[in-house]
């Protein structure tokens, strides 16, 4: 969904959209000489921390890059502690977000998961389908590029291709329905995108942080916020 630029300034409102690359569950686990699960249960307490500050502050659509197309490459016993932490996380909160009026989305190919955990991901979007606050959208064997090349496939099917413009794209992808990406955060200190809304974060402010995903919370959140409010946004402008 577009529309159109913000020119932010020092008072901006809080960003619509953001997207969080949750980064350092394993070196978490690592300094604490813990296996590498117990950092992903911490990674989970932390998303939760971070889906309620992101409501608190009224950003309106919070994507979290949880499983990517490139994951499967792990060990098979880190991908089944992953699927059960999963599970765990739809089944405890699913309530909260009926309550809270949330609407649960799903980015990428999840029906490759297990049946169960599809079955769950099934029944957790139906039940908050109707819900109109604001959005969570959870990555599950999501890469951009395949999300890229699944929409210009698409389009040519039913296209000329003089009619496929940028609009004709954004109308294709799986953030169609969310507003625009106004910020993206990594944590654990690394500086790349990993194959993550490339597209949308085209225009996107982008934040780089040392935090490892496990300590990232309500403060942290808020701190980016702030940042994200004192940059100006030219979107090629002057």
Do not use: C
Not at 8 to 34: E, F, Q, S, T, Y
Request: charged share 25%.
């Amino acid at each position: 969904m577009s529309t159109a630029p913000v020119f932010a300034g020092p008072d901006a409102a809080v960003p619509r959209h953001v997207a969080i690359i949750m980064d350092g569950n394993g070196r978490w686990a690592k300094r604490r000489l813990l296996p590498r699960a117990a950092g992903h249960r911490a990674g989970v307490e932390a998303v939760r921390r971070v889906t309620r500050a992101a409501r608190a502050l009224g950003i309106e659509a919070l994507t979290l890059y949880a499983f990517s197309s490139e994951n499967w490459r792990r060990p098979a016993e880190e991908i089944g502690d992953l699927m059960g932490l999963l599970r765990l996380f739809i089944r405890s909160d699913l309530a909260e977000f009926q309550r809270e009026n949330v609407r649960l989305r799903i980015l990428g190919d999840y029906r490759r998961f297990p049946t169960d955990v599809v079955t769950l991901i099934d029944d957790a979007l139906a039940r908050t389908a109707a819900n109109t606050g604001p959005s969570l959208a959870i990555a599950l064997n999501y890469g951009a590029q395949a999300e890229l090349t699944r929409a210009a496939r698409r389009l040519a099917e039913r296209l000329p291709p003089e009619q496929i413009d940028e609009a004709a794209i954004e109308g294709e992808l799986e953030t169609r329905e969310l507003p625009p990406l106004d910020l993206l955060i990594r944590t654990s200190g690394e500086h790349r995108l990993s194959n993550f809304l490339l597209w949308q974060a085209a225009y996107a402010e982008l934040l780089f942080v040392d935090t490892l995903w496990p300590d990232f919370g309500a403060d942290e959140l808020s701190a980016a916020v702030a940042d994200f409010g004192q940059r100006q946004r030219r979107f090629g402008g002057l």
